[in-house]
């Protein structure tokens, strides 16, 4: 089986999907059915990845023009004679120019959206996107063999915008290799946001929030707020921490990597995303599977943390979110621990790679071969 897979950036400051994307190819590319594995990109300043550490699998960076399409890329299309085609992420038009040409070569291609069609994604810049799906965009992925969505949610959401592809559910897997458990209960008292910063994180909730809680209960506490994002946004969350007068507990910090990253997930003794709205929230998986007990929100897949007891799920807004804060920052550090050890085996039950590519091969094999359809695909009523 040779497949490729498209994705318009894996720059550092693209978040979930680049990281989503390479670690897919990593775990799909050590399956014995499998004979090559490409990821064909754009150029960009800083890749989180130059290679992959295995001869069955190639990256291939491509220059682009002023409206983004690839000469070079339209070439390796042609030259990787690939039996399935993946895309990661709409809009762009790496993605697009791959998904011409699957169908002026009859060859079966899957799109997965990353998020991009989830309701508060579709409000941000909406007439832009309104006129690429009349374009294109709706032409691309309704002509898909199959849309993948990585939750329930998600694929619920596709199928309001009325398309009827199959659709396959699949979460995100995460490398549990290198995402190490901590080995004993966090000894600093920290809340750690890790992502993209960005409007869509709810990090003004975030600020608002720890302001309004009771100073007795912050005592010892602090925040880190870890990521890149738009240098003007960034200034003005750190003008809303001064104005609120926080700047001693509340920290912005720039983006960690590689064991950097593990350290920081593994120090934290709350890790929280307090998002509008994702399709799934890699960090979340990451944090869990570091041992570190999670807030997040409603705008979020994860009911996993409330039936699973690693976390808190919650509705969307300041007041939830101090409530939360308030119960879970005087809990003792023996029973944080205690969520985050559950958290690590939901994930290695869940959420693991190499349970995640193996689903993905199946999704391959029904495909390429018309078999019966694996149970995590779903179709129109």
């Known amino acids: 089986m040779r497949i490729v897979h498209t994705i318009a950036s894996i720059d550092e400051t693209t978040g979930g999907p680049a990281r989503s994307a390479t670690q897919l190819v990593r775990g799909i590319v050590r399956k014995k059915e499998v004979s090559t594995v490409s990821l064909l990109t754009l150029s960009s300043p800083a890749p989180i990845i130059t290679k992959f550490n295995n001869p069955k699998a190639k990256l291939v960076f491509n220059r682009a023009n002023l409206i983004g399409y690839s000469k070079t890329l339209h070439q390796a299309l042609i030259q990787s004679d690939a039996n399935i085609f993946h895309g990661h992420g709409i809009w762009e038009m790496p993605v697009h120019q791959m998904a011409i040409y699957a169908r002026n070569h009859h060859i079966p291609y899957i799109i997965t959206p990353r998020g991009m069609l989830e309701p508060w994604s579709l409000q941000q810049g909406r007439f832009k996107k309104q006129l690429a799906l009349k374009l294109y965009q709706y032409k691309d992925l309704n002509k898909a063999s199959c849309i993948h969505a990585t939750a329930k949610m998600e694929a619920q959401h596709i199928r309001d915008l009325g398309f009827t592809n199959p659709i396959a559910v699949i979460p995100n897997g995460v490398p549990l290799k290198e995402l190490l458990l901590k080995t004993k209960p966090s000894q600093t008292k920290t809340l750690l946001f890790l992502s993209r910063i960005h409007p869509k994180k709810g990090l003004e909730m975030l600020i608002e929030g720890w302001a309004q809680l009771d100073s007795a209960i912050r005592v010892g506490w602090s ?72 807030i997040t929100t409603q705008g979020t897949p994860w009911a996993d943390l409330k039936e699973n007891d690693c976390g808190w ?69």
């Open 223 to 294: 925040v880190n707020i870890v990521g890149n994002g738009e240098p003007k946004y960034i200034e003005q969350l750190k003008q809303i921490i001064n104005a609120k007068g926080l700047s001693e507990t509340v920290k912005i910090k720039e983006s960690l990597f590689g064991a950097d990253k593990v350290k920081a997930y593994q120090e934290a003794s709350l890790f929280v995303l307090p998002t509008y709205s994702e399709n799934f929230g890699i960090v979340v998986a990451e944090a869990l599977a570091c041992g570190t007990p999670v």
């Open 313 to 381: 799920w919650i509705p969307i807004g300041v007041e939830p979110l101090k409530q939360t804060l308030q119960s879970a920052l005087q809990l003792p550090n023996a029973t944080l621990h205690q969520m985050g050890l559950r958290g690590r085996q939901l994930v290695e039950q869940k959420y693991s790679m190499e349970a995640v590519a193996e689903q993905m091969l199946q999704l391959y094999q029904w495909i390429l071969n018309d078999t019966e359809p694996p149970e995590f695909v779903t179709f129109k009523p």
